[in-house]
Each structure stands twice: as C-alpha cells, then as structure tokens.
C-alpha cells in the first residue's frame, strides 16, 4: 500500500505531466529547416511599379520659356549690378580750378561730348589729355586764339589728346612722332616725346617746347597731365599750302590780233606789193577784197580791174 503512494507522489505526477506537454507541443509546432553555415545568395527583389507619367505638351508659339526675373538659391531676385559712374572731363578740369580757356574751348567746340562718349565706349583704349593751364594761354601771341576758325580749334584740341591711356610711367613706350587725335602727318602735325628718369617728359611740335608740369587726373581709363604751354602743332603756324599754279603759256606765243593777221596780209612777197602800189585805190581794195572772199571776190577783182585799166587808159 505505501509503495503503490510513493509512485503517485505529486513530484513524480508533475514530471509526468511536463514530459507529456513537452511532447504535445513539439507534434504540433512546424518543421524547421537545419541552419547551414554558408548564407543563401540573396533573392532579386520584384521591381516596383511606376505609374506612366502623362505625355509632355509643347508651349504655345511665341511662349517665353526663360524667366524674366532669374531667381537665386535662396528665391530671392537677383539684385542689379550698379553702373560705374560716368567721368564727365569738364567736372575735373574745374576741380583743378586752373584750366578755365581750356574749358571754355572744349565746350565752344563741343569737342568734350565725343572725349566722354569715347570714355564710356567698352572697347576704348582710354584717353591722354595734355592740359595747358590758363597761364600758358596767355604767354600766346595776342588775338591767336580769336584768329582760328572753328575747325583750327578743334584741331588744336585734339592736338593735346592721345586716344590711349598712357601712366606716367609709359612714356618712354611711346615711339616718335606720337600720333594724336589731330591726325598723322608727320611734317605738320608731329609731336615728339622725350623722357628723362621716371618723372620728368618734355614735348616738342617744331614750333614749342613744353613739359609735363603735373598729374591732374589719373585711373585706369583717363589721364590728365599738366603742360606748362599750349602745343601749337605746326599746321598752325607754317602759311596753309597753296594750290598748284595753272601751266603758264610759253613766251613768245602770244596770240596774233586783227592788226597782225592784217600786217601779214598786206606783207606778202616784193611783187605783191609792188601791184598793189601801182594799181590805183579801188584796184587796191578790190584786191583785198578778192583776198578775203576767195574765188568768187578774185573774178570780181578781176572785172573791177579791167574796167579801171580801160578808163585808165582813156
């Protein structure tokens, strides 16, 4: 009897009913593949669906695809660049307050309008204004500047400008004679530069000598340097070349006059004249007339002789 309740002991009832669940439970759960060591190659994943996209349509025609406002990363409108400030060469001149006649010239020939446009124009090489201060004016001769006409004025003018920027320090680059605005004749219009260390340059025309007295004026574009005299250019100075005279007529050819073609008419051979002095004055006179109107005045003079003979002779 105490055996038969030893083996039903509660321990031995629970171990019992552990083994049995363990194994209800293993019957009941999926058969697991053994793990390999070497991983499986992965599997291509199926591609994914993109819906068709609708069928672009064309602008309209004359439809402006650029925008006209660009805008920047961070969407705002691009700013404006400002323009660079215009050099107005008048503005400077009168800073300076030394160049007055210069000034009153530039303007009267209205020459300063081209020198500034030329300065604003992108492709222009820059500007060399040569400056001769009021003093210099007035070392001319008295009424010069009244004696020019309009275009000798611009002439002049343009005689002290270079159409390139030149520092000071390139003067010794420039090759004689310069070139300027006036032209390039080189008897009338020359101008030769000299420089003597890195400062100092000298000019002469053939008719002045004048120096670089000073720097009005300099950037990257304009130059204005001070002379101490005006550059009269020689075209100014030597008298204007005259035309070409006309052939003149060989001498001695003078053209004959009625009272030679006469002489030479009554101044025949010795026999001629010796029949006009014997014949009396209307024979004379038809003779000449016979002379003047060809055959038809010889048959004439003829019958008015024969007629003079016979009364003659009665």
Same mark, same amino acid.
């Given at each position: 009897?105490?055996?038969?309740? =030893?083996?039903?002991? #509660?321990?031995?009832? *629970?171990?019992?009913?552990?083994?049995?669940?363990?194994?209800?439970?293993?019957?009941? =759960?999926?058969?697991?593949?053994?793990?390999?060591?070497?991983?499986?190659?992965?599997? $291509?994943?199926?591609?994914?669906?993109?819906? #068709?996209?609708?069928?672009?349509?064309?602008?309209?025609?004359?439809?402006?695809?650029?925008?006209?406002?660009?805008?920047?990363? =961070?969407?705002? #409108?691009? $700013?404006?660049?400002?323009? #660079?400030?215009?050099?107005?060469?008048?503005?400077?001149?009168?800073?300076?307050?030394?160049?007055?006649?210069?000034?009153?010239?530039? %303007?009267?020939?209205?020459?300063?309008?081209?020198?500034?446009?030329?300065? *604003?124009?992108?492709?222009?090489?820059?500007?060399?204004?040569?400056?001769?201060?009021?003093?210099?004016?007035?070392?001319?001769?008295? +009424?010069?500047?009244?004696?020019?006409?309009?275009?000798?004025?611009?002439?002049?003018?343009?005689?002290?400008?270079?159409?390139?920027?030149?520092?000071?320090?390139?003067?010794?680059?420039?090759?004689?004679?310069?070139?300027?605005?006036? +032209?390039?004749?080189? %008897?009338?219009?020359?101008?030769?530069?000299?420089?003597?260390?890195?400062?100092?340059?000298?000019?002469?025309?053939?008719?002045?000598?004048?120096?670089?007295?000073?720097?009005?004026y300099t950037d990257n574009k304009l130059a204005i340097y001070?002379?101490?005299?005006?550059?009269?250019? *020689?075209? *100014?100075?030597?008298?204007?070349?005259? $035309?070409?005279?006309? $052939?003149?007529?060989? %001498?001695?050819?003078?053209?004959?006059?009625?009272?030679? %073609?006469?002489?030479?008419?009554?101044?025949?051979?010795? &026999?001629?004249?010796?029949?006009?002095?014997?014949?009396? !004055?209307? !024979?004379? &006179?038809?003779?000449?007339?016979?002379?003047?109107? +060809?055959?038809? +005045?010889?048959?004439?003079?003829?019958?008015?002789?024969?007629?003079?003979?016979?009364?003659?002779?009665?």
């Amino acid at each position: 009897m105490k055996t038969q309740q =030893s083996l039903f002991s #509660p321990s031995i009832l *629970l171990v019992l009913a552990l083994a049995f669940f363990h194994t209800i439970s293993a019957q009941l =759960s999926p058969v697991q593949a053994p793990l390999s060591s070497t991983p499986s190659p992965p599997q $291509p994943s199926p591609p994914a669906f993109t819906p #068709p996209s609708p069928p672009a349509t064309a602008p309209a025609p004359g439809f402006n695809t650029v925008p006209l406002v660009p805008v920047t990363p =961070s969407g705002a #409108p691009t $700013p404006t660049v400002p323009k #660079p400030p215009s050099i107005d060469i008048v503005q400077i001149l009168r800073k300076a307050k030394r160049f007055s006649v210069l000034i009153r010239l530039l %303007k009267t020939t209205q020459l300063i309008n081209q020198l500034n446009s030329q300065l *604003l124009t992108s492709g222009s090489g820059g500007l060399t204004l040569f400056a001769p201060e009021d003093g210099a004016f007035s070392k001319l001769k008295a +009424g010069f500047l009244n004696s020019l006409s309009d275009r000798q004025k611009v002439e002049l003018l343009q005689f002290h400008t270079l159409s390139s920027f030149i520092s000071i320090s390139n003067f010794d680059t420039l090759t004689n004679p310069v070139q300027t605005q006036a +032209g390039d004749d080189p %008897k009338r219009l020359q101008l030769n530069v000299t420089t003597f260390g890195s400062s100092q340059v000298s000019m002469a025309t053939g008719a002045v000598n004048a120096s670089v007295t000073g720097t009005v004026y300099t950037d990257n574009k304009l130059a204005i340097y001070q002379v101490d005299k005006v550059l009269l250019p *020689l075209d *100014l100075v030597l008298p204007s070349e005259a $035309p070409a005279p006309a $052939p003149s007529k060989a %001498k001695g050819a003078t053209p004959k006059t009625d009272k030679t %073609k006469a002489g030479d008419g009554a101044g025949g051979d010795d &026999s001629d004249n010796g029949d006009n002095k014997d014949l009396p !004055a209307e !024979a004379s &006179s038809a003779v000449s007339m016979s002379l003047k109107f +060809g055959a038809k +005045g010889i048959f004439v003079a003829i019958v008015t002789g024969i007629a003079l003979m016979g009364e003659a002779m009665m």
